[in-house]
């Protein structure tokens, strides 16, 4: 018998060293007990870490959404699968049944297999959080095309790399979308796009702002009057357990994004048993998860986990500070959230304002809270412990990537004590270990180094796509036979995890992982530029801010700065998007390099910090000269 709920902490211990003991006997226990299956598997697990080559579930055949929409028709048909919030209060609330996104779902999918869509091709989705977004993104699933969300927060450039990276040739858009007071020219967006995607040869538009746009004839079509006709039953397409479900972009410290690959049957069987546990997901509750669905985190807890489990699951399409900013409590006030998901940037911004803004709001209803993508500072934990939670709902901090698919470190809530800040304990099927910069394990407790997993688990992404060589090179070739987070991190003298932060060239900004590189190209674009470096540094509602060291090509010129400072942020907020604009813009005459020509990045995120009473060793410098130049120009 799996133990698909865990309700204390002895219970978690002997859960999870079950999971570490026998790990393909626990995995299949779980599996076998709580999804259907087409046909069930050969082999639970096969996996060699050098290749590296995963296999979960191996042969076994099955649709992920007959798990997440199918088998809850006859005990759930009427049960509210998804409550949608507009991003005007004054505009009513979606309440979507079962049976309703059963049909909705269905829809979409013979839609897409009218334009040709087929098992395996791939589909690029470009929405705001409407519930098409959902419809779309399980149609796909339905007929086995392998979905690619680009969250539409991304500009016109980066979302013509992902498309053609991940080789679509279709994409779903809308013609604008609304985030608070603003209207944003999506489909505007999308066209610039497409003049660099040759590939694209069908583009439909969900109607939501009613803008005036452009219709390119032959190519884009509305996609409202195509799903009026087309028929509400799709039969699920029969998956193999690996087969791609499908393809998410992350940034890496170097090169273009990597689109990580998710396959079907392991993502599905952990993203849904995380769920239950983390969020203690009961029957009748109401969970809402604020990330947006183009990011892993709402992947995994906005659609897959929460459907999977039959669960109400609320979708919100505008932002916190919309009309005021008690918009969140207001929300949920309105729909009686149980699980409240979000994330430590939210967090710090709302804990700046009124407090009214809370206790105005009927917040009872609250038993769990949980936070992701950045670590939370103590302060930000104790306020939101004290004034949502009321110090009676415990608060889930959860570690996990992109790349893993699912949390993986996190409190189980009534059962593991939280601590402010630390993640706490490995989830069940989670080996963590940390590593030092020799490639030895750390063992025993109050220790810290580099987070690394030394097990598979279900949900992992099997390869980068169209990339595999970069998939091992980034995550399996820094340790011998681990998985390599990229995450620095320290165990306390109970075993408890706290995560500290990236320990590559990764900056975490608002809970938006952005890697230097890509920014500094964007900003070596700009014709006046010669080179740059971009540095991370302490921001108390970010996390972290960007800060950009910039040598101009005539240095001495009096070009005028601020004017150049803004042409700079513009082209980084065009080719990237303008989550990856510096907070500060610094021109420099020279950036301090080792003897091997490599950008000291230690010394600048010093500076960038205001602390340069240590900057540790310069002496191999080629040009310490201009440390002290850049620190004064700094003050
Ligand atoms: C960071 C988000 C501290 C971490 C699901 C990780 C966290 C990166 C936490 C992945 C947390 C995520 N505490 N740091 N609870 N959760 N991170 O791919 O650096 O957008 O490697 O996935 O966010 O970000 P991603």
């Not at 609330?93 to 040709?116: D, F, I, M, R």
């Not at 690959?261 to 969020?279: C, D, E, P, Q, R």
């Not at 005021?324 to 804990?351: M, S």
């Not at 030092?436 to 030394?454: A, S, T």
Request: charged share 25%; glycine share 8%; proline share 5%.
């Amino acid at each position: 018998m799996s133990n698909y709920h865990i309700k204390n902490l002895e219970e978690y211990f002997q859960v999870y060293r079950k999971s570490v003991r026998e790990p393909e006997k626990f995995w299949q226990e779980i599996a076998e007990e709580h999804f259907v299956w087409r046909k069930k598997w050969d082999n639970v697990l096969s996996w060699d870490f050098s290749k590296p080559e995963v296999k979960w579930f191996e042969n076994a055949k099955l649709n992920i959404t007959e798990n997440c929409i199918d088998r809850h028709l006859l005990t759930k048909g009427e049960k509210t699968a998804i409550i949608w919030e507009p991003n005007d209060p004054k505009e009513k609330a979606l309440h979507l049944t079962y049976s309703e996104l059963h049909k909705k779902v269905n829809k979409v999918a013979n839609v897409l297999k009218s334009k040709g869509v087929k098992k395996g091709d791939k589909v690029g989705i470009y929405l705001p959080m409407i519930p098409e977004l959902a419809y779309v993104v399980l149609a796909c699933a339905r007929i086995g095309a392998v979905h690619s969300v680009v969250f539409a927060g991304f500009s016109a450039s980066a979302l013509a790399t992902r498309t053609v990276d991940a080789d679509c040739k279709i994409l779903i858009t809308a013609d604008g979308s609304y985030r608070g007071e603003k209207t944003i020219d999506l489909k505007g967006i999308v066209d610039k796009a497409l003049e660099d995607c040759p590939e694209v040869n069908s583009v439909l538009v969900v109607k939501r702002t009613g803008s005036n746009i452009n219709i390119k004839d032959g190519r884009d079509e509305w996609l409202e009057p195509l799903m009026k006709n087309a028929s509400e039953d799709c039969a699920p397409e029969i998956m193999d357990a690996e087969d791609p479900l499908f393809i998410l972009y992350t940034s890496g410290s170097t090169g273009k994004p990597k689109g990580m690959l998710h396959t079907t049957a392991g993502y599905m069987v952990y993203s849904a048993y995380t769920f239950k546990n983390i969020f203690n997901y009961n029957n009748d509750d109401v969970y809402w998860c604020t990330a947006d669905i183009g990011w892993i985190t709402g992947h995994s807890y906005i659609l897959y986990g929460p459907l999977a489990n039959g669960a109400t699951t609320v979708m919100f399409e505008g932002v916190p500070s919309y009309p005021d900013f008690g918009r969140f409590w207001e929300i949920i006030e309105k729909h009686k959230v149980n699980q409240f998901y979000t994330a430590p940037t939210a967090i710090r911004a709302l804990a700046k304002k009124d407090l009214e803004f809370v206790t105005k709001h009927d917040l009872s209803s609250l038993k769990v809270l949980g936070t992701v993508g950045e670590p939370i500072n103590e302060e930000a934990w104790h306020w939101y412990d004290n004034n949502i939670g009321k110090n009676k709902s415990p608060i889930v901090d959860t570690w996990w990537q992109t790349e893993t698919g699912g949390i993986m470190i996190s409190p189980i809530p009534f059962a593991t004590p939280t601590k402010p800040t630390f993640a706490t304990l490995p989830f069940p099927g989670i080996q963590p270990v940390l590593m030092d910069e020799e490639g030895n394990e750390i063992k025993g407790n109050q220790v810290d180094g580099r987070l690394c997993i030394k097990y598979p688990w279900p949900s992992m992404a099997r390869t980068i796509y169209g990339n595999h060589d970069r998939y091992r090179e980034t995550y399996f070739s820094t340790f011998e036979n681990m998985y390599f987070t990229g995450d620095g991190a320290l165990r306390d003298e109970v075993g408890y995890y706290r995560i500290t932060g990236r320990v590559d060239d990764v900056i975490i900004v608002s809970g938006h992982n952005l890697g230097t590189a890509p920014i500094e190209d964007a900003i070596n674009e700009h014709p006046a530029v010669a080179e740059s470096a971009v540095v991370g540094f302490p921001h108390d509602v970010k996390g972290n801010a960007l800060y950009g060291f910039i040598i101009l090509k005539e240095f001495g010129e009096s070009r005028d700065r601020d004017n150049l400072r803004k042409e700079i942020k513009q082209t980084i907020s065009d080719k990237i998007g303008p989550i990856a604009k510096p907070d500060k813009i610094q021109f420099v005459e020279g950036l301090p390099k080792t003897r091997s020509g490599k950008i000291m990045r230690r010394i600048l995120r010093k500076i960038a910090s205001g602390d340069t009473s240590d900057l540790g060793d310069t002496s191999t410098l080629l040009n310490p000269e201009v440390v002290e130049e850049i620190i004064n120009g700094a003050l």
